[in-house]
């Protein structure tokens, strides 16, 4: 779909990397050894500068009290494994817009 992607399954790896990649969408899974997707969304938020990233939840965990703690975390998505091929496409292209709108490098 044309999106410049990195992959990392360590939270504090990510953390590292954000400033250097500079992505426009976080896809973060809550599960993570050594720092899960919660601590690393509430990381990256507490970060941020003037470009909002898009933290979106993947994960197997979906009830009603995980959605709530992603949403305090910073998430603006929550997605349960299996995603919706159609519902993430949605997101990243809305991303994409966002950032071609406000002159940002569309890097999804």
């Known amino acids: 779909q044309g999106a410049v992607v990195e992959v990392h399954d360590d939270g504090y790896l990510a953390l590292s990397r ?3 990649f500079q992505p426009i969408v976080v ?3 809550l599960g993570m050894p050594r720092m899960d ?3 690393l969304a509430r990381r990256l938020r507490l970060r941020e500068d ?3 990233r898009l933290l979106v939840a993947l994960t ?8 709530r ?5 910073g998430f603006d998505h929550h997605l349960v494994k299996p995603a919706e091929l159609d519902e993430l496409m949605r997101i990243l292209q ?3 817009e966002a950032a071609t709108d406000t ?3 569309s890097r999804t």
Request: glycine letters at 16%; a negative charge.
């Open 60 to 67: 197997g965990w979906g009830d009603g009290e995980q959605r």
């Open 18 to 20: 954000i400033d250097v």
């Open 27 to 29: 896809l973060i899974d």
């Open 50 to 52: 003037r470009t909002r």
């Open 37 to 39: 997707g919660f601590e």
């Open 94 to 96: 809305s991303a994409r």
């Open 103 to 105: 002159g940002e490098v």
């Open 69 to 73: 703690r992603t949403s305090d975390a």
